[in-house]
């Protein structure tokens, strides 16, 4: 067993987090006169291997974190930041609609979507992030630090959507339409795939999430909680899409354009809960932390 920050062999596993740590990575803290070795993410206690191995992140399973996923967004917090990010990005829109009935707005109006689009994918790895780290408090704002933050993570995710569900998409349309053999095993590999790679974009803050490996073994590692945490997800897509798809809701366009926004902002939510819960839940199996959290995800320690 490897150290989780320097790849060097472990000595010890913190009792909050389960990062296994080496001797020169364990920090040292004087309490009450007595030496004692903390981990340097989180400052859980490190023990000896021997004494304390490593343990999942969260006390709570899975399934309380697919359960209770539907409500927690729903706190009086929760619901403050909704609104909030709904309309933020709801009067983006509208600006943006606004630019492209000229011709010389029309790329700025392009620009503009797509920050909106990299700001909600970093409103939902935020919270992918938070429940990784087996933080329970209620959703809040991105700290956006600068506009190629949020373009960089438009940019991860996209690549992520178009390694999974554009050759299904490709298939299907290239054969006039018809749900072919090709097309069905495009679309489940990919459907199966999508979930667990947004969780490991969002705890490897990088492309790595693309890389099948640790997926397929995170899978493999919790089979029939994956299934379900698969099932739940394209449930919450299905049913956001099919309000998304109505045409008009109250007949005031700004309204109507909040109300869409305030039902993406909402999913994004439930579905960061449900696969950052699933890693919190299973963090000491999948064995994904490491110093590819020590940036932003250190921050929501």
């Known amino acids: ?172 349309f290239a054969s006039g339409r018809q749900a072919t053999t090709l097309f069905w095993a495009f679309a489940v590999v990919g459907g199966l795939f999508l979930p667990m790679s947004l969780l490991a974009i969002g705890v490897f803050e990088s492309l790595r999430g693309l890389n099948p490996v640790p997926l397929v073994l995170a899978m493999a590692r919790v089979p029939l909680q994956y299934v379900f945490c698969c099932a739940f997800f394209y449930v919450v897509v299905l049913l956001s899409n099919l309000v998304l798809g109505l045409e008009e809701m109250t007949g005031v366009r700004l309204l109507d354009t909040f109300i869409r926004q305030a039902v993406i902002v909402y999913s994004l939510f439930v579905l960061g809960r449900l696969l950052g819960g699933l890693h919190a839940a299973n963090s000491s199996r999948f064995r994904w932390v490491s110093s590819a959290t020590s940036g932003r995800l250190r921050r929501h320690a």
């Open 1 to 172: 067993m490897y150290c989780a920050l320097d790849g060097k062999m472990a000595a010890r596993a913190c009792t909050r987090c389960g990062r296994l740590l080496c001797e020169t990575c364990v920090g040292v803290q004087e309490l009450n006169g007595q030496r004692v070795e903390q981990c340097p993410v989180c400052h859980g206690l490190a023990l000896p291997l021997e004494d304390e191995g490593p343990r999942d992140i969260s006390d709570r399973n899975f399934w309380y974190y697919m359960a209770t996923a539907l409500f927690w967004p729903l706190s009086l917090r929760g619901l403050v930041v909704e609104v909030l990010n709904a309309l933020f990005v709801a009067l983006l829109v509208l600006g943006a609609s606004f630019l492209a009935m000229s011709l010389p707005g029309m790329v700025l109006g392009l620009v503009v979507i797509v920050f909106v689009y990299g700001y909600l994918y970093l409103l939902f790895l935020k919270v992918v992030q938070k429940t990784a780290l087996g933080d329970d408090s209620p959703p809040s704002t991105p700290d956006v630090e600068s506009f190629e933050e949020v373009f960089g993570t438009f940019f991860r995710v996209l690549v992520v959507l178009v390694v999974w569900v554009v050759p299904a998409l490709t298939v299907y």
